[in-house]
Each structure stands twice: as C-alpha cells, then as structure tokens.
Nanobody, 117 residues
Framework: QVQLVESGGGLVQPGGSLRLSCAAS????????KGWYRQAPGKQRELVAS???????NYADSVKGRFTISRDNAKNTVYLQMNSLKPEDTAVYYC???????????WGQGTQVTVSS
C-alpha cells in the first residue's frame, strides 16, 4: 500500500524555524489537494495549511505570515516551512493528500514539533 512518509520535526527555540517534508512511497492518482494538520495535547486536530490544484493556498489565521506551504507534484511531495515559531505551535503535525478516488484521504504518520526555550 502507498504510504506518506514525514520528516523534519524536532525541538526548536521560540523564533526559530523548521521545514517539514512529506513524500508518497508510491504513485497516487488524482490528487486535488495536499495539506498539513496538527494536534496538540487535549485539543482537536486542526488544518494548518493546504494547497490545491489551481494552485491556491489556505492558512489558519494563527500561522499566516509565518508558515508557507509548497509542493513538488512530480515527486508527490509537500513541504511546510515554519518561521518565527511560537510555543503554541507545539503539536504533532500530520500531512494529508486528498484524492478524487477511494480512499479519498492519505495520512502521514505524524512528526513532533516542540517549540521551547
């Protein structure tokens, strides 16, 4: 089965930067959106950023001006550049691909981002 493999998480000080990557292990057809979600302890999963086929981008208000989503369609890869990180950005980050065909959603395994001094 095709899997999404994430990398780039870790520990960073407030104001620092990280770049997350997510790549499919095989071919996935009819992808129309790629995105990043995050989940902090005791909180619901939330959409952080997405990029669609147009292309168009969308960001949560809490990360606008600090995070940038990008993609390389030939590699089936999506990236999240995170700058000016804050402690409230601490969470497990999950990448996601949406497809027109079943199963409609593919998810990465999650990568921990911790922002602390």
């Amino acid at each position: 089965q095709v899997q999404l493999v994430e990398s780039g998480g870790g520990l960073v000080q407030p104001g620092g930067s990280l770049r997350l990557s997510c790549a499919a292990s095989g071919s996935i057809s009819n992808i129309y959106a790629k995105g990043w979600y995050r989940q902090a302890p005791g909180k619901q999963r939330e959409l952080v950023a997405s990029i669609t086929a147009g292309p168009g981008t969308n960001y949560a208000d809490s990360v606008k001006g600090r995070f940038t989503i990008s993609r390389d369609n030939a590699k089936n890869t999506v990236y999240l550049q995170m700058n000016s990180l804050k402690p409230e950005d601490t969470a497990v980050y999950y990448c996601n691909f949406k497809t027109l065909d079943a199963p409609y959603d593919y998810w990465g395994q999650g990568t921990q981002v911790t922002v602390s001094s």
